[in-house]
Structure formats: structure tokens, C-alpha cells
């Protein structure tokens, strides 16, 4: 199988230097192999100094090669391997990410910059793709709040629009017509600003693999995973409500909330239960949580709205 992680990526232009001088040091204690730490399909240590959240899930990770070969990234294609076959030539070096519209400090920021003033942590979090199915994945990450803070939300925004990579010449999925490109998603200024939501820029203990989203990605856990949108280039705050791409293309099926919700079915099939990916043939399905476990944190984001109309 081809592996995407690629050596070309400059880790002093993605890491905090002290990380970086310290991952020097390790890797030279540890023979600077790599590739003898990816042994096993996976990281054998971590590489990233992240500290770890209390707001991680205690269930076990998914294992990397499953969290790595089975996923969606439609830039990519649309079939669950084709993101780890295809995303290999994806230039994720340099990588820099627009903020503007109701900003004080709009601007290109770019990821070594917005990297060196947050602090990673490890954030073990559960997946719920729309399709049924789940994983649950250690991710390297901060809190998004920390990024808009940083930028200065104006009190006039009221939703975050987010947009990925356009570069049909190394997206070969983009040189279809299977989705509007490029993938944009959005949030509500609070959704965004709450402390589950996080900017993963890792996972497994060392930088993203392109087809996970790299090298920045979002991912807000108690909603489907398709509003967690990878490679992101512009995040823009607005007054109105985004477009965001699945609702473009049948809003019958995928609304702008995407919350996990077991009680609204899919028009074309059951959300009460999921299929955990890499749990075996035998192991059966899991019922699915509400806002997927997440209930705790962020229901109170939702009072009084109807989640069956703002689905
Ligand atoms: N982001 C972009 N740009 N393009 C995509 O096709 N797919 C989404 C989301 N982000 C997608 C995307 C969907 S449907 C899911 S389930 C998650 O990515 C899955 O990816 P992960 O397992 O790497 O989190």
C-alpha cells in the first residue's frame, strides 16, 4: 500500500521550535528513522509534544491504518481507500490560511506562524460519519477559539465560514464534477468558539497524513463527520448563515447543523445505530448517542431549537 506521509514537510515550519528541537533530538537518539517509527503502520512514539485532554473519549482508538485507509475526502475520489492512494502529491508545505470578513485582524496567516502561538494537545476524540459508521481518533490539535481570538472576532459575527485547498492539478476529484468546488462548511460563532472544537493538525502522535486533511483540518465531535472539513485555506466570519457543501447539493439530506442525532433518520437510511470500523464482522452495531456523547458539553447550544427542523 502507499503511504502518505512524505518527508518533504519542514517541521520548523510546522512546530513550535522548542517541539521542533526537541523531536531533533529525539529522532536522532532514536537513529532518525522515521520510517523504522512507522513500523506497525503506525507512529511507534509520539513526535509531537502534545499535552493531553481531559476532554478526550476513554474508549480505544481506532487502529491508524484503519483511521488512515478508510475515510472520505472527495478531492480525492469517492471511494474509502482512494483518499490514502491518491493524496500523496498534495504540496502541503508552504501552507498558509486566510481570515477575514468580520475580523479586526484579517490577513494570511501562515501555518508555522499559527502553530508557534498555540499549544497542542491530544485530543482522543469519536467520529460519526452521516454513512453509519465510527471510529474514534487521537488527534494533535488546539481549540479553534484560540485561532479566532487571535484574529479578533468582531461582535457583528455570527458564523464561521471555512473553505478547502482548490487545486484540481494535485486534487484529481476535483477534475470531476462530484461535488460544487471547492468543499466549504461553516459553524455558528458559538459552535465554533466552543472548547470541543478544535483545528487537528496531527494525529497519532505525528503531523496529519494528507488524506486525513492535512495539514490543517477541523473536526467538532458531535457532529457528522462531513462538517469537519479538511485542508482548510480561508476561514472567513460572517453575519449570515454559510453555504456549505453537502446542503448545496441535497439539503434534503445533510442541513447545516449536522448534529449526531439517532432520533432523525437519514432520509435514505437509519442514524440509531453505527457500524465501529475495525471492531470486526462479528462485533455487531452500536447504538448511537445523542449529539454523539457529547450531550453534556454542548446540548445547551441548542435550547430551544427544534433539532428535527435544523437538522
Ligand atoms: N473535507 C473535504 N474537504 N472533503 C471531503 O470530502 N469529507 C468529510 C470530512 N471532511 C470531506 C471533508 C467526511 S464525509 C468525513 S466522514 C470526514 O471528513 C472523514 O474524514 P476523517 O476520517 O479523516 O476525519
Known sequence: MKRSFRS???????????VYL??????SAAGGALVAALIGGRPAAAKIAAKPSALSTSEPPTKFEDITTYNNFYEFGTGKSDPSQYAGNLTIDPWSVQIDGLVD???SYG????????????RIYRLRCVEAWSMV???????LADLLTRAGVQPGAKYVAFQTLLRPEEMPGQQMALLDWPYVEGL???????????????LYGDVLPRQNGAPIRLVVPWKYGFKSIKSIVKISLTDGEPPTTWKQMQSNEYGFYANVNPNVDHPRWSQASERVVGAGLFAGRKPT???????EQVASLYAGQDLAKDY
Do not use: C
Open 8 to 18: 518533504d514537510l519542514k517541521w520548523s515550519d510546522v512546530t513550535p521550535q522548542s
Open 22 to 27: 526537541d523531536r531533533r533530538s529525539l529522532m
Open 105 to 107: 485582524r484579517p490577513g
Open 111 to 122: 501555518l508555522g506562524d499559527i502553530l508557534a502561538k498555540v499549544t497542542l494537545e491530544e
Open 137 to 143: 481518533i487521537p488527534w494533535i490539535g488546539f481549540p
Open 188 to 202: 455558528r460563532i458559538d459552535e465554533a468558539m466552543h472548547p470541543l472544537t478544535i483545528l487537528a493538525t496531527g
Open 289 to 295: 448517542l445523542m449529539f454523539n456523547g457529547y450531550g
